[in-house]
């Protein structure tokens, strides 16, 4: 049975992470104002909203009304067996991870979410038939939602590479489980474009593009969190990248995940122009497969 597929292909996503600091109200702005078809929600998100006075059904409307959707609600860390952050781990952090599973579920239906995101976020390298079992525990239970599960894996943390992720969801027997491709996870990791090219591509989930100086600037983890640069401005080989997931029909959920300390100081607006500036192939050729 083939894997679902979320209906923002035939646009471009404005994943948070390029607007972090921005109120919801300026996501949606900046998303349909510079031309993209969804955004996606954080937990964190979605509780600042309604702490705001927003219900369930404001969000919605109010993305509903800018002619857009929630792709993806991201992210679910809660699993594995054990959720256990290291006594250094930043509290501030927790709050983007903390989220309990019927709370995250029931967030992600009433926003309308067609899909979500797990990665492990500890740096726990966990045993291959315990990631596959959380795997196949969480996706059928989101199925219930109608919501598609999506695998990511980041070099620093427990599921590091592409191969590691695609050998789990084979392993979670998941028929919805898919995988995200986030190009500095990429690049930055252990980059297998056969392997890529050999990965059905209604496998690939969703696709979040960035690029990068050809050196890390600083670690791994400071690297990803504060000095992506948007799609042409950096050293990746993002062309090469593009011609492989369209000829496998990989181009799902694509848009610009920036994580920047430069963007953060910048209008949601701003972002949002600027990050579609680069998108332009990808945006052509999310409409190509979707045609």
Sequence with gaps: MPAPVAR?????VLWAGTVRTASLAERIAAAATAGYSAIS????????????????TDIRSSVADAGLQVS???PFT????????????????????DADESDFLRAAEAVGAVSMTVFEPFGVHWPEDVLAAGLASISDRAAGCGIRVNVEFIPFLGIADLAAAWRLV????????????????????????GLLAAIPGNRIGAVQVSDAAREPCGDLETDCLHHRLPAGDGA??????????????????VGPEIFSTAFDRRPAMVNAQHAMQGLEPWAAATARQAA
């Design 8 to 12: 923002a292909d035939s646009g471009l």
């Design 41 to 56: 929600l954080s937990p964190h998100d979605y509780r600042l909203a309604r702490s705001s006075g927003m219900s369930d």
């Design 72 to 74: 993806c609600f991201d």
């Design 78 to 97: 809660k699993w594995l067996p054990r959720w256990e952050p290291p006594a250094d781990f930043p509290a501030a952090a927790l709050s983007f991870l």
């Design 170 to 193: 084979q392993l979670s027997g998941a028929v919805s489980a898919g995988i995200v491709l986030d190009t500095w996870h990429y690049f930055r990791g252990a980059p297998d474009d």
């Design 236 to 253: 990746f080989p993002l062309d090469r990248l593009l011609r492989v997931l369209e000829a496998s029909g990989g181009l799902h959920q």
